[in-house]
């Protein structure tokens, strides 16, 4: 019971290798995903700490299925969030801090992590349920991320995902997320981005009527920015 987070932290403090893969119990890698990843982290400079593939998204009985988006439908992880991301290019984006503003697009389960770099990124935060969305932007302002375009893992779709039963408090955790990164992303030229992003998340909890959250978020002073 001590939380994902801190559950996560102790895991990666305990572990012996050079990289740290995780996965979650519902999800499943494909057999061959930490060679493959492994592999091509081994052609990388160190300035790279993450290498990454796709999820290919699956239900309940692990057949593969399509989710939708914007009157679209996909059928992996990777390619349906960054539908929203206007102008992504998987060649020269991926990983790139200002994109984490938009979505959280990186399959962790299809990650494998340099494990130095996790130490040096600060391991993941203890006070976010959004723990692996947190943790791309602090590592993503430190080293590089590489894509591998395969799908090596598989997410598990089904009623009982954390973003579908605790969406309103993953609202408010990324919102607590964005305030930590808003002095970084003002003096680095995404402020546009970070205005569009969390201004658009206190929005929707209005629309919601969470009145107390919208209230705790909105700052009277910046209404403008509604407008």
Sequence with gaps: NMGLSATLNKGVNLSSGEYISLLAS????????????????QKLGD??????????????NGKNTKKAKDGKTYRSFLHHA???I????????????????TDNYVPAMSTVIRKS??????????EHITEDWS?????????????VDRSLANYRIHDANTVTIMSDRLT???????????????ENGFSDLWDMRYYGLVLSLLKKKKIKSF???FSWKEAGKFV
């Design 215 to 217: 209230l705790k978020h």
């Design 26 to 41: 519902d999800d499943y890698w494909e057999l061959n995903k930490i060679e493959i990843l492994v592999n091509e982290f």
């Design 117 to 126: 770099a996790l130490f040096d990124a600060g391991l993941y935060d203890e």
């Design 82 to 84: 960054i539908a929203g």
């Design 86 to 101: 206007a102008g992504f290019d998987l060649a020269t984006d991926f990983g790139r801090y200002e994109t984490f503003i």
């Design 135 to 147: 943790f791309w932007f602090k590592i993503s302002k430190l080293y590089k991320f590489h894509y």
């Design 172 to 186: 408010l955790d990324l919102l607590e997320i964005l305030i930590r990164e808003r002095p970084f992303c003002y």
């Design 47 to 60: 300035e790279y700490g993450v290498v990454s593939g796709d999820a290919k998204f699956v239900d309940k």
